[in-house]
């Protein structure tokens, strides 16, 4: 088996999909590390969409989550936080709530963050999107194009690959994973899909 660092991981679940969702992502990781150090942040959907909807306060409502399932603790990048790996995160957009996000990022990121933090940025480019293909391709036309404003790019299904490489990390793509943890899909979280990233962790 593949030896992998013993540090302790915490799980932040994506946008629009909540803690329990990752129960088997934290599983296969445990695989490698023991579970009492997999840890997954308590994000409801409730989180990401507000209520009443208001989904452009959404980073405040799951980082004020990610504080309390700190109990208060501050943890400076670069001593206490070793690395930090993203699944099929789109870090250029168009799409307007998500370029809230992202506009943020990029006004608050700088040169030396990635000297202090090792960022790792996985995506799968599996699919490929065209108006003219089979069902899939012409789905994942749509979803690509809502990102970039071009559909005709591979991805994972619901983000194109280019969307998520970040100057200054490590972009990776990996070559079979789906990026909706729906049932019976090979998603970033399954066994199938961490064993693809796992030794970047």
């Known amino acids: 088996m593949m030896t992998v660092p013993q540090n302790p991981v915490v799980i932040i679940p994506g946008v629009l999909f909540w803690d329990t969702l990752y129960d088997t992502m934290k599983e296969a990781i445990a695989v490698y590390i023991p ?27 799951v980082m004020k989550v990610v504080g309390n399932f700190f109990q208060g603790d501050v943890y400076h990048p670069g001593r206490h936080v070793g690395k930090l790996i993203t699944l099929g995160t789109p870090f250029h957009t168009h799409e307007h709530y ?13 040169a030396d963050f990635f000297e202090r933090c090792h960022v790792v940025s996985v995506v799968c480019d599996k699919y490929y999107g065209n108006p003219e ?12 194009k809502s ?7 591979r991805g994972d299904g619901i983000v194109p690959a280019q969307s998520c490489f970040l100057e200054g990390a490590e972009n990776v793509t990996i070559p079979d994973a789906e990026h909706l943890p729906t049932p019976y899909s090979r ?11 796992i030794q970047w962790l």
């Open 187 to 197: 998603w970033y979280g399954t066994k199938e899909g961490v064993n693809q990233w």
């Open 98 to 110: 998500a370029k809230i996000k992202t506009d943020f990022i990029f006004s608050h990121l700088t």
């Open 147 to 153: 990102v970039l404003e071009e559909g005709n790019v």
């Open 35 to 61: 579970q009492e150090r997999v840890a997954v942040a308590p994000v409801s959907l409730v989180d990401w969409i507000g209520f009443s909807p208001s989904p452009e306060r959404s980073t405040n409502r």
């Open 133 to 144: 293909g089979s069902l899939v391709e012409k789905m994942c036309f749509r979803f690509y």
